[in-house]
């Protein structure tokens, strides 16, 4: 089986930064090909929230992730899979990746967790009735829409994971919280290899042009990641996830990206999950990583936020804001895309402040294009040889 | 004064039914053509809710309505004159037709009296801190957003509209209830010619390039509807349109309007405000109406209801309706809108499911390009001949 794969997937670097582990990429997909390091808007219910897939690809999307927990509970995947698949249920017909459904169900459980990884607040997490049992076999959790009991077991996310038809889809994992110290973080880990095995063994029993991604765990701890690291890429991968927790704060998420990836062969595509903040974009690709997702930049849009090139608001701009009411400029001056090269801040803070729809679609689009936008001059500078002067003129001398 | 309005607008009949009075025309205004009958989409906030002057543009749009009353209240007239008007504001470069703000002033208080006009529930209206003194000089109003005290008068009305910068622009006129009776709605029609001929007399005062159009009042009455027809039309009105209460159901609004466009000169461009079902714009041409608006696309859109081609269902598909979820066709078959090219009924229904904005975006889309498409047919139609034939495809035999 592994050849069907192999065929349908290759990764090939393309420039290798002289100063860090960066490095450009092409990945080779059934949809087409992603030119790495590359961010993926999240699309966790078949839609890039308010955004349309032609808008979306005119403005650089090149691959978008689906939600497996998701898409699972609403509308179904036998359903999708009946309507011929993620790609054309939602009209994407470049490169999709699904997770697992392994963090949304734990997530939901410990509820911190997602966001103490992330640095965010809680959501709806703990006011749901949520339930999980972790066993050996899998996961039995409460649905989020009605509170019906389900069962994730390792097959069962890959099976949904085929149904759904993405090119790239991911192992099913247990996501430990980070205060669960070094014991459990270990046997959660050794779990998770379990599981890993046990989805390769899975995906490898039907011809599939899929790409199975294993995801190293380890929480924050050097002898763990780097076992991990070690037995996750002795399986036949096709790329590989940094997941799990990744400390409580942005400076260890770094430290357990440094820990990890000098234990990962080069020639495998690097998925930092979770993670699409301007700062850690470029930090991850200093440090080796080839792709991200983040819900970042539409979720902050719901919350009011354009994101600008500003550090000293860590990129953030409230678009309530009074000053804007009366500024005649674009979101963000120079920003190519169309939100910016049409409409002013005024009138972006008018529609926030009347509450209309356009408004958080205006500024999803333009926090989507803008991490877009950046990746790309971070590819285009590895590809120029000039990594740490844009990291330098981005981040400042750190 | 009437000489710069003139060179502005121009109107002009290119077709006329041999069988009714229904008509295509050429408007001439300062952003370009409009080809008549036109419906135009409800812009209420600088917006037409949730999308974007690209794409409507794009589906055919050819004028776009925005409502005095809110764009003065929030974000201001003023504001929106600083940005350099109404089209710079909302990045809307094709004409533009304002209210007076009598409307909404007069059916925030009434409450009932839109929805009983337009054949709706009630809307927001009635949970408001309302109150309203309708003197000679002007009207009271509370605004629907802080309670605050505001004073309309014709000539305010006209400032701000002025301020606004619309091609075409309305008096302000008193908007009685349909219960209120012939004698009120007598006294109210005179007040409401006072007040026209104060808003022209306020309008051509200052040169400008946008064209007033009168409102003829007379509620369900067939002499006040001739009166107030023949007294709108002495004065140097570019356009006219049929306002007030226009009755308790449909057929008693097609009657209004059979009773008052004989008394029109056929050299004006009508608008018959508010009203945009799919049947009242058939009936509507049929009985010389050249200009239409109404918010039923964008409002049914967020009702879950899209505009389909099936008169046994008033037009309506739910489209949380479960029989939409396998659904694999379009929302309507042969519509060339961007919704219906790209996505099917269970997307679309999924989407709502999930409460995902883009349903509503992708339904609204729909359902104005349903309207435009129609018109469309009805112009060519009318300058091809045919226009009965397409009046008994769509209604039949009424």
Known sequence: MKETLTAAMSFTIVAQDATSPARAGLLQTPHGPLATPVFMPVGTRATVKSLSPQELK????????????????????????????????????????????????????????????????????????????????????????????????????????????????????????????????????ERTHRWAKRCLDYHQQAPSSQALFGIVHGGVFPNLRKESAEYITSLPFEGVCIGGSLGGEKAQMYEVVDMTVPHLPSHLPRHLLGVGDVDDLLEGVKRGIDLFDCVSPTRLAR????????????????????????????????????????????YIHHLYRSKEILGIRLVSLHNVAFLLNLMEKVRNSLLENRFPALYQEWLGSR
């Open 303 to 346: 919350h009011k936020t354009a994101l600008i090139r500003d550090p000293a608001r860590r990129w953030h701009l409230n678009v309530t804001n009074a000053a804007l009411r009366e500024d005649d400029g674009p979101l963000q001056e120079g920003c190519p895309c169309q939100t910016c090269q049409t409409f002013s801040r005024a």
């Open 58 to 189: 005119a403005h650089g999307t090149q691959i978008v992730l689906g939600n497996t927990y998701h898409l699972y509970l609403q509308p179904g995947h036998e359903l999708i899979q009946r309507h011929g698949g993620l790609h054309r249920f939602m009209a994407w017909d470049k490169p999709i990746l699904t997770d697992s459904g392994g963090f949304q169900v734990f997530s939901l459980v410990h509820g911190g967790i997602a966001n103490e990884i992330k640095g965010r607040r809680p959501l709806q997490a703990q006011r749901l009735p949520s339930m999980v049992k972790v066993k050996e076999e899998g996961v039995v959790f409460r649905s989020y829409l009605d509170g019906s009991f389900h069962t994730f077991t390792p097959e069962r996310s890959i099976l949904i994971q085929h149904a759904l038809g993405a090119d790239l889809i991911l192992c099913f994992d247990e996501l430990p919280s980070f205060h669960d110290g070094y014991e459990y973080t270990a046997q959660s880990m």
